[in-house]
């Protein structure tokens, strides 16, 4: 379902948005759209990501061996 709303946005950066949104054969609503989707999937993307590398994170990248050192190992 879509639904109306009102943008008040200086007149200079409306021009500008029009004259963007016709070179891309669009309307502005149309325009407006794209561009906030495209922020909100980017963002969507972001977490999903960070959520898989704090996953990594928790399991462990690597498995590092135990290794006890001795004196004559740190000073070589």
């Known amino acids: 379902m879509a ?3 009102t943008f008040s946005l200086p ?3 409306i021009r500008q ?3 963007l949104a016709a ?3 669009r309307s502005l609503n ?3 759209r794209e561009v ?3 922020e909100v999937k980017s963002r969507d993307r972001y977490r999903k990501a960070a959520a898989r ?7 462990g990248l690597y498995e590092i061996p135990a290794r006890k050192w001795n ?3 740190l000073y070589e």
């Not at 590398?53 to 399991?59: D, F, P, Q, S």
């Open 23 to 25: 070179r891309r054969d």
């Open 71 to 73: 004196r004559g190992d």
């Open 11 to 13: 007149e200079d950066l």
């Open 53 to 59: 590398l704090l996953e990594k994170t928790a399991e």
């Open 30 to 32: 149309a325009l407006v």
């Open 3 to 5: 639904r109306n709303i």
């Open 17 to 19: 948005a029009k004259v």
């Open 36 to 38: 906030l989707e495209k």
